[in-house]
């Protein structure tokens, strides 16, 4: 970085724009245009800005090259003992009045801005409701991380094959599940508010800079099948996903870009991080059944079942137009047989 910007207060906002580039240069050797990362220069902005923000004193790091010197520690493998044993080190030299716990604070938000994943020393839940925490003490991140992100393949449907309905926007229009954005990639596919919503983590231009990092934290091939989970989810040929998509305005548009898996050739067997939400999606979409009139207009699973529902519609409402017609001439009828007779006498 240049020494204007690597002493850029971690809260003077908006960062400039060549200080967001060299920051993006450093960490992830993603030099360029970064149009794509907008999603996660706002998550960047949010998380920096989130925390003590009555009282920016008692944060430790205070510019972006803090930052940079703390990532790259965590970026090289060094046990988090370590990095808090050196910054606290750094502190002492520097009479920073900063505690362990404050600067434990700003190596878990780094480790968040490197990861977009919510990190902590505890593990517990933080910031919006529901969010999964995963811990970190003492060890790598990249260890900590290997034991949150593990294999699991517990529910079985392996050689199951990922049909062409299993897409977000059929869960949204036949399964009435809410499609619920998230910056945490703990969060992704799961489900919560008893089955009616579920997280996808859209960030997927961040996943694409993580996925060609010789020192990425995450376990081997979770990024790849993250981004195998959104192609599918997000399929680009789906012109109704396509429409869908384009109508958010929230969303990383890089997450249109994805498909480039072939879904046909896929089974659940093909996943190890996310099989057991993805199997858990499935049976959520086969086990629904349509509740409203728009969700059996888009509902087109059983394509016979559909032409029975509509043609029966319009038959039925025949039948109900034509009886109410042939019951108003009986009223008639009967009303004019009744006038006649009430004028004869």
């Not at 030099?31 to 990362?37: A, D, I």
């Not at 789906?238 to 384009?246: A, Q």
């Amino acid at each position: 970085m240049t020494s204007n910007n690597r002493y850029t207060p971690l809260r003077r906002f908006p960062f400039s724009a060549s200080a967001q580039e060299e920051m993006l240069n450093v960490l992830w050797e993603a030099s360029g245009g970064h149009e794509s990362m907008t999603p996660y220069l706002e998550y960047h902005q949010q998380l920096a800005k989130g925390p003590r923000i009555d009282n920016p004193a008692e944060v430790s790091a205070k510019s972006c090259s803090d930052l940079v010197s703390i990532a790259k520690a965590i970026l090289s493998g060094v046990p988090k003992d370590d990095i808090l044993a050196h910054q606290q080190q750094i502190a002492s030299t520097t009479k920073c009045l900063s505690t362990a716990a404050e600067i434990e604070h700003d190596i878990d938000m780094c480790a968040r801005l490197l990861t977009m994943t919510q990190v902590n020393h505890c593990g517990s839940s933080c910031g919006l409701a529901g969010t999964t925490a995963v811990p970190w003490t003492k060890v790598s991140l990249k260890d900590a991380f290997s034991c949150h992100f593990y294999t699991q393949r517990t529910l079985q449907a392996d050689q199951m094959r990922l049909s062409k309905d299993f897409t977000a926007w059929h869960l949204s229009r036949i399964a009435g599940v809410d499609i619920r954005w998230t910056a945490n990639l703990a969060d992704h596919l799961r489900f919560v508010d008893h089955d009616q919503a579920v997280f996808v983590f859209h960030c997927a231009s961040f996943l694409q800079v993580h996925i060609n990092m010789n020192n990425s934290p995450f376990p081997e091939c979770l990024i790849q099948e993250t981004l195998n989970t959104i192609g599918l989810l997000f399929p680009s040929h789906d012109d109704k996903t396509t429409r869908w998509l384009k109508s958010l305005a929230e969303i990383d548009p890089q997450l249109m870009r994805c498909d480039s898996i072939e879904r046909h050739k896929l089974r659940f067997g093909d996943f190890n991080y996310w099989h057991d939400r993805l199997v858990i999606l499935k049976q959520v979409l086969d086990d629904s059944s349509p509740s409203t009139l728009s969700q059996r207009w888009h509902d087109r699973r059983n394509c016979l079942r559909w032409y029975t529902f509509w043609i029966a519609i319009p038959l039925f409402a025949i039948t109900v137009f034509f009886g109410i017609v042939h019951s108003v001439e009986a009223a008639v009828q009967i009303y004019l047989t009744c006038k006649s007779g009430a004028l004869g006498t």
